[in-house]
Nanobody, 123 residues
Framework: QVQLVESGGELVQAGGSLRLSCAAS????????VGWFRQAPGKDREFVAR???????SYSSSVRGRFTISRDNTQNTVYLQMSSLKPEDTAVYYC?????????????????WGQGTQVTVSS
């Protein structure tokens, strides 16, 4: 079992920055991937970014250049540093983990999910 807990979501003004954290427990997440997805009201979950535990990142085109995903294997934590935030970034952000390496662009690829953290970007 892997448990994931997101934190760091809050209200922020457009153009601001925010760092989300995803803390994993219950099992060491090696040789797999951790992804960030987001879901706005009335919309499906959307891929944001993912990282392997070796540090290889991928981003959606909508956030590339503004968001940075990173990991601290010592703390078993993955971070999403968000900069130049826009109102359209407003959503519940979810952390997800997969225990095998994959492209990781689809929600169905992941085995474990956190409860989400709300990010609201005001204009």
């Amino acid at each position: 079992q892997v448990q994931l807990v997101e934190s760091g979501g809050e209200l922020v003004q457009a153009g601001g920055s925010l760092r989300l954290s995803c803390a994993a427990s219950g099992r060491t997440l090696v040789n797999g991937i951790v992804g960030w997805f987001r879901q706005a009201p009335g919309k499906d979950r959307e891929f944001v970014a993912r990282i392997s535990w070796s540090g290889t990142p991928s981003y959606s085109s909508s956030v590339r250049g503004r968001f940075t995903i990173s990991r601290d294997n010592t703390q078993n934590t993955v971070y999403l540093q968000m900069s130049s935030l826009k109102p359209e970034d407003t959503a519940v952000y979810y952390c997800a983990a997969r225990l095998q390496l994959s492209l990781g662009l689809l929600p169905s690829e992941y085995d474990y999910w956190g409860q989400g953290t709300q990010v609201t970007v005001s204009s």
